[in-house]
T-cell receptor
Framework: QKEVEQDPGPLSVPEGAIVSLNCTYS??????FMWYRQYSRKGPELLMY????GNKEDGRFTAQVDKSSKYISLFIRDSQPSDSATYLC????????????FGGGTRLMVKP | GAVVSQHPSRVICKSGTSVKIECRSL??????MFWYRQFPKKSLMLMAT?????????EQGVEKDKFLINHASLTLSTLTVTSAHPEDSSFYIC???????????????FGPGTRLTVL
C-alpha cells in the first residue's frame, strides 16, 4: 500500500462545475498538507498549504483536511479550462519545507 | 516572490556524455534544495536532498556516483548526470526550501523542470 493514494483520473468536467479532488494517506504523523498544480511539462506550483485539520479557502480553491479519517480534499469552484492540469497532493510529518510525500496526481480536464 | 529557475529547460545528448542541470532560487536563500525525477504521467520521485555546504543525501536506489549533486551556494544547486544512458531520459525537477514561504510558512517551491533526452 502506498503512503499516499490519489485517484489518477482523468477527471473530465464541464466549465463552471465544482471539482473535488481527494487523497488518502496512511501515516498518522503527517501534519502538513499541500496541493500543487502541474501543467504539462512544467514544474509543480503550490496552490494550497494547510497545517493539521480544518479548512482553508483561497479564491475558488478550498482545501480540507480530516486527520481522523486520514483524508484530504481540494475543491475548485466555477472551474475554468485553465484549471486543466494535474493536481498533486503532498504531505510532510515535519514541516512543508522538508521531505514531502506525494500522491500520484489526478489529471483534471475542464471542457469549455 | 519564491521563484526557482532551472537551466537548461531541455537537453538532448548522446549516450555516454555528462549533463549538468542548474537550479537557482532567484529571490530567496535556500539552505535546502531537493532533486526529483518524474516519468510521464507519474508523480515526483525524490532523488536526493541537497544542503548548502554539505554532501547530498540520496534516496535508496539512487546512484550517487551517477547523479552528482553540488550545492555550492545558498541560491544554486547543480545535478550532473554522468555517463548518461537512454534510461536516464526523464523530467528532472528541483525544489528549494523557503523557510519563510512567502508568508505561508516553511515550504518548497519548484523549478520548471528540465527534460533530458539521451539518444
Amino acid at each position: 500500500q502506498k503512503e499516499v493514494e490519489q485517484d489518477p483520473g482523468p477527471l473530465s468536467v464541464p466549465e463552471g462545475a465544482i471539482v473535488s479532488l481527494n487523497c488518502t494517506y496512511s501515516n498518522s504523523a503527517f501534519q502538513y498538507f499541500m496541493w500543487y498544480r502541474q501543467y504539462s511539462r512544467k514544474g509543480p506550483e503550490l496552490l494550497m498549504y494547510t497545517y493539521s485539520s480544518g479548512n482553508k479557502e483561497d479564491g475558488r480553491f478550498t482545501a480540507q483536511v480530516d486527520k481522523s479519517s486520514k483524508y484530504i480534499s481540494l475543491f475548485i469552484r466555477d472551474s475554468q479550462p485553465s484549471d486543466s492540469a494535474t493536481y498533486l497532493c503532498a504531505m510532510s510529518d515535519n514541516n512543508a519545507g522538508n521531505m514531502l510525500t506525494f500522491g500520484g496526481g489526478t489529471r483534471l480536464m475542464v471542457k469549455p | 516572490g519564491a521563484v526557482v529557475s532551472q537551466h537548461p529547460s531541455r537537453v538532448i545528448c548522446k549516450s555516454g556524455t555528462s549533463v549538468k542541470i542548474e537550479c537557482r532560487s532567484l529571490d530567496f536563500q535556500a539552505t535546502t534544495m531537493f532533486w526529483y525525477r518524474q516519468f510521464p504521467k507519474k508523480s515526483l520521485m525524490l532523488m536526493a536532498t541537497s544542503n548548502e555546504g554539505s554532501k547530498a543525501t540520496y534516496e535508496q536506489g539512487v546512484e550517487k556516483d551517477k547523479f552528482l549533486i553540488n550545492h555550492a551556494s545558498l541560491t544554486l544547486s547543480t545535478l550532473t548526470v554522468t555517463s548518461a544512458h537512454p534510461e536516464d531520459s526523464s523530467f528532472y525537477i528541483c525544489s528549494a526550501r523557503d523557510p519563510q514561504g512567502g508568508g505561508r510558512g516553511d515550504t518548497q517551491y519548484f523549478g520548471p523542470g528540465t527534460r533530458l533526452t539521451v539518444l
